[in-house]
């Protein structure tokens, strides 16, 4: 079993910053992909992904995000971590870490983004 427990959110105003911290129980050298979704109230049960990030380093980012966030991953401390900068008030939203190993998805209970002046 493998446990995710997301920091790091906050309220912020538009243009700034929050740095996302996802603390996993045991090793993510295997995992295949590590990643950050988020939920916006108000848009359904339906989530929306962030940013994925692979064993070997490589990741990807949705259009909305791409070039003001980055995702980041320290298998040596067994965490995964997602820089937002250039916050917008369409960025605030409940903010989920999710592992994949194999067909298993695991997911964190999430941190919550506020973007308001």
């Known amino acids: 079993q493998l446990q995710l427990v997301e920091s790091g959110g906050g309220l912020v105003q538009p243009g700034g910053s929050l740095r996302l911290s996802c603390a996993a129980s045991?090793?993510?050298?295997?995992?295949?992909?590590m990643g950050w979704y988020r939920q916006a109230p108000g848009k359904g049960a339906s989530g929306e992904w962030v940013?994925?990030?692979?064993?070997?380093?490589?990741?990807d980012y949705a259009d909305s995000v791409k070039g003001r966030f980055t995702i980041s991953r320290d298998n040596a401390k067994n965490m995964v971590y997602l820089q937002m900068n250039s916050l917008k008030t369409e960025d605030a939203a409940h903010y989920y870490c999710?592992?994949?190993?194999?067909?298993?998805?695991?997911w964190g209970q999430g941190t919550q983004v506020t973007v308001s002046a």
């Open positions: 940013a994925i990030i692979t064993n070997d380093g490589s990741s």
């Open positions: 045991r090793s993510i050298f295997s995992l295949n992909r």
């Open positions: 999710n592992a994949r190993q194999g067909a298993v998805d695991y």
